[in-house]
């Protein structure tokens, strides 16, 4: 649209709008804000923690305990069930706290003319049709069309993820890729240099920003893969405990002749027995030690359930900008005709000498060197200041890569500050993107200057001459040719590069002697061509080896940038991400592609370059309907719909936007994305230490239903060695802390070189069933056994008969319980590692374990000499000689289990 149509579309004019009819605007259109989703209510955030499956199921347990006369056991699991849900609800509430923030990309106020003159406003009282200025350093408050502009760029990394700034204008061009209008500005950008003055044309929800927060915010929650599993987990137990606890109802029925109430409650201890009441509370527990361990390596999760689905990703969809790159140009070749540099070393200031070609270069014995740096330094808006502290980068006030030209001058000794005072600016003529080149003008030594930096296509036609060893000379077609295949080169390598030249005006020139009369036509002619500056954004340095490490875990990193296709596949191909022979498809070839041919391509190696945020959500989504678990970083509010459809979104913590870290579950406190690979390798260990816990767990079960089959095949000629109180006993309490040692239990070795688990895996498997009912399970009960009939043989048993009630019977009871908790003792080392020896990872290393078996130990202790514990859970106290028998249990158990790994270990190896 024309300017006057715009005017006349939003009833303003450049004097812009009265305050009565801003008044009215706001009213219709509403504030200047990005309206947050209607977020969960705490009451429903509380009870959800006690509605999931398991908790359901010990609801369930707690009210038949109850009807069934069982009060202490029924209040004893209910009790479980609520210090669990409060537990998890008080967990995701404090992770929530520490993420949730504000919106704070929108700024607090800003410039407008209203009523013919300028006011500041609150920016939410921005409306469409306000006339407002923008400056160099402003966010800026709503998508607006240009009215005048003054060498005005701006920073829409947070829209595109490209770090390049991007110049603005008040004519119309389109430009490459969205966003891209130069008469149009973007809310939630920045200027990074110039001023403008510019009409609001969308506000709020209506911005580009606002349409992708709405896009972001329309996305459902969809359970976690640990949460699907669980439930699946849960049903599993629940139909196994219910089955057995049927059958042996059944059996006590009519094969021991039970009256019915008495064998409702015998089979309720069989479903006790089978039914992991400390399940919730050391998932929750262990998910939360996960946490803990994760934000010590700078990764904040927001969501409990992220831990573990971190440890199944298959796919990492990243950005490019700020993720897997440091987000800062940097020079590193210098092209000049009479030498090719390469910038090296280290440092911010190098006292007049730089390191070029692993060499120290004196600039002063360089004249075509000095004049380059002297020129990239004049020809310049942005401001540098140093580090505040070693190790720190330097505070960047413009451009990155005016920014990489200062440095570069600092290092080899300008002091451009200095400089810029010795030889001010007494002119300028803006970049902008038709002539693609800026020129300042100065006096140096007594002469008027032009010193022009650009694109080589906007610089290269108008010079005639070229620098060579400091000196013009004619340039000719053979040197116009080298420089284009130079740049050309570059541009393979995915490096951007930026011509440097400048003009010595003659007496005998057509230009006005008054630099103020000097115009584009006249002053941008008959250049000295001087060379090129070549940038790049460079890789991270720890990028390398957490790629590495992510290729021997079977993940698969998809680059999604809005960079341009050359810089993607460079760096892609540069760190590792792919090949030379992956396939790049750009935003408009990913437009024109039907779903099978995206599945068809993402089943390859391939790198999106120039893409819009509707297609890195498309690009999640048909990830996931191949049956991927998706991870997407990013920091841009451009990423955040994906970020949120993601299985696991990632946002960066120090670049990231408000909106993207709203949307993800994960924020990186360091935008390192090493950091994600070391969060991957923490969920791996959480779920294979869930795995070790619920073997744990679960070989207790054996122990406790066998002295029921045993009364229940004796037709009740045994007693029941073990009593439901003593069952919940091992379950909610002596088994409870070594569980949760198991869940701080470390990495072991080669957890990152094993593929993902598969979706269709689950926690229960064959191999933990076996291990569990048939081998640690087997030996407990036979040990247990043995351990009841101890008692009642040094009673008289077998001359007498076995007691089925008084102090024998009890202190029977006693030593069975004691005996399972001492085999608990033994499972709990033994299922420290799957197959590595627990003396190669240090058999005291876990100090929780060890703090688990001390309490235990203590526990039962309590139990069994405590008098009122004694009435309560049908103990009685035992000597000297039970103990030393209790003592020996473990040895034997440890020292079995590992010759078993020891054998498993060999056979792997061959």
């Known amino acids: 649209m024309q300017l006057n149509d715009v005017y006349k579309y939003f009833d303003t004019k450049e004097t812009g709008l009265t305050s009565e009819k801003a008044a009215g605007l706001l009213k219709k259109f509403g504030p200047n804000t990005i309206q947050r989703s209607q977020k969960q209510s705490q009451l429903k955030a509380f009870l959800k923690n006690f509605t999931s499956l398991m908790a359901i199921l010990l609801w369930v347990s707690g009210f038949i305990a109850i009807f069934a006369n069982m009060t202490e056991l029924g209040i004893a699991i209910w009790a479980v069930n609520i210090i669990n849900g409060v537990f998890s609800y008080w967990q995701e509430h404090q992770a929530q706290k520490a993420t949730n923030s504000l919106l704070k990309m929108l700024p607090t106020y800003a410039q407008v003319i209203r009523d013919g003159k300028p006011q500041q406003i609150n920016s939410e009282d921005l409306v469409p049709g306000d006339v407002f200025m923008i400056q160099a350093g402003n966010s800026i408050s709503a998508d607006a069309r240009i009215i005048d502009s003054n060498s005005l760029q701006v920073d829409e990394s947070a829209l595109t993820g490209e770090s390049v700034l991007v110049n603005k204008q008040p004519g119309y061009s389109h430009g490459v890729g969205r966003f891209a209008e130069s008469n149009l500005v973007f809310a939630g950008t920045v200027a990074g240099s110039g001023t403008a003055t510019a009409v609001a044309v969308a506000t709020g929800m209506h911005s580009e920003f606002g349409k992708i927060a709405k896009l972001t915010?329309?996305?459902k929650h969809h359970s976690s893969p640990l949460e699907i599993e669980l439930n699946h987990l849960t049903r599993q137990l629940s139909l196994i405990a219910i089955s057995i606890g049927v059958l042996f109802f059944i059996l006590a029925i009519f094969f021991v002749h039970y009256p019915i109430a008495k064998s409702f409650i015998f089979a309720l201890g069989m479903i006790v027995a089978f039914i992991p009441e400390g399940l919730l509370p050391t998932v929750t527990l262990s998910l939360a030690q996960g946490v803990t361990r994760m934000a010590k390596k700078h990764a904040l999760v927001k969501d409990l359930n992220s831990v573990e689905t971190l440890g199944e990703t298959t796919v990492i969809?990243?950005?490019?900008?700020?993720?897997?790159?440091?987000?800062?140009?940097t020079v590193d070749h210098l092209w000049l005709a009479s030498h090719q540099y390469t910038v090296s070393g280290e440092g911010y200031v190098n006292n007049g000498h730089i390191q070029l070609d692993d060499q120290d270069v004196d600039v002063s014995k360089d004249p075509g060197l000095q004049i380059l740096l002297r020129v990239s330094a004049l020809n310049n808006d942005t401001k540098v200041n140093p580090p505040e502290k070693s190790g720190d980068n330097p505070k960047i006030i413009g451009t990155p890569t005016e920014a990489a030209l200062i440095i570069l001058a600092e290092k080899a000794g300008i002091n451009v500050e200095e400089e810029t005072k010795k030889v001010p600016r007494i002119g300028a003529l803006p970049f902008d993107s038709d002539r693609k080149r800026m020129s300042t003008f100065h006096k140096v030594d007594g002469k008027n200057t032009i010193c022009v930096k650009g694109s080589l296509d906007g610089i290269l036609p108008?010079?005639?001459?070229?620098l060579d060893n400091g000196k013009a000379r004619p340039i000719t077609d053979a040197d116009r040719k080298q420089i284009n295949e130079a740049d050309k080169k570059y541009a393979a390598d995915g490096l951007r590069s930026l011509a440097i030249a400048y003009r010595t005006p003659t007496d005998d020139s057509d230009m006005p002697a008054d630099p103020k009369d000097w115009t584009i036509k006249n002053a941008e002619q008959h250049l000295t061509f001087v060379g090129l500056t070549i940038m790049s954004d460079p890789p991270r340095p720890e990028i390398f080896e957490a790629v590495r490490k992510c290729r021997e875990a079977s993940i698969r990193i998809i680059m999604v940038t809005g960079d341009?296709?050359?810089?993607?596949?460079?760096?892609?191909?540069k760190i590792g991400i792919t090949g030379d022979k992956a396939r790049v498809i750009t935003g408009d070839e990913l437009a024109a592609m039907h779903k099978g041919e995206l599945k068809e391509a993402l089943k390859g190696e391939v790198i999106f370059a120039r893409v819009a945020p509707e297609q890195k959500y498309r690009i999640v989504s048909t990830l996931q309907s191949l049956g991927e678990i998706v991870a997407s970083t990013g920091d841009g509010v451009n990423d955040a719909p994906a970020l949120k459809k993601a299985d696991i979104g990632v946002a960066m913590g120090v670049t990231g936007t408000d909106v993207a870290k709203d949307?993800?579950?994960m924020i990186l406190t360091d935008d390192n994305f090493a950091s994600i690979v070391s969060a991957i390798e923490e969920g791996r260990t959480v779920y294979s230490n869930l795995q070790k816990f619920l073997l744990y767990i679960l070989n207790s079960n054996m122990p406790e239903a066998a002295p029921s089959i045993i009364f229940l095949f004796t037709r009740g000629l045994v007693p029941l060695p073990l009593t439901v109180m003593q069952i919940l006993t091992v379950d909610l309490g002596t088994d409870m802390l070594p569980a949760l040692g198991l869940g701080a239990e470390k990495s072991e070795p080669g957890i990152m070189k094993q593929p993902p688990r598969a979706r269709t895996a689950h926690l229960l498997n064959r191999g933990i069933i076996i291990k569990a009912f048939c081998w640690y399970g087997m030996i407990a009960s036979v040990i247990s056994t043995c351990a009841y009939f101890f008692v009642n043989k040094l009673n008289g048993w077998p001359n007498v008969a076995l007691a089925a009630s008084g102090h024998v019977y009890q202190e029977a009871t006693t030593m069975t319980l004691a005996a399972?908790?001492?085999?608990?003792?033994?499972?709990?080392?033994?299922?420290?590692t799957k197959l590595s020896s627990v003396f190669s990872i240090g058999l005291f290393s876990n100090h929780r374990i060890w703090g688990g078996i001390v309490f235990e130990v203590i526990l039962l202790a309590l139990l069994i000499y405590v008098p009122f514990l004694q009435g309560l859970f049908n103990t009685a106290a035992i000597g000297g000689r039970e103990w030393l028998l209790l003592i020996c249990i473990p040895i034997p158990l440890v020292l079995i289990e590992e010759l078993r790994k020891y054998f498993f270990r060999k056979r792997a190896a061959n």
């Open 217 to 219: 915010q329309s996305q």
């Open 317 to 329: 969809c990243s950005d490019k900008t700020g993720t897997l790159t440091q987000n800062q140009m």
């Open 462 to 466: 108008i010079s005639d001459t070229i």
């Open 564 to 573: 341009s296709a050359l810089t993607a596949k460079s760096i892609a191909t």
């Open 663 to 665: 949307a993800a579950n």
């Open 820 to 832: 399972i908790v001492f085999c608990q003792i033994a499972a709990a080392i033994n299922c420290r």
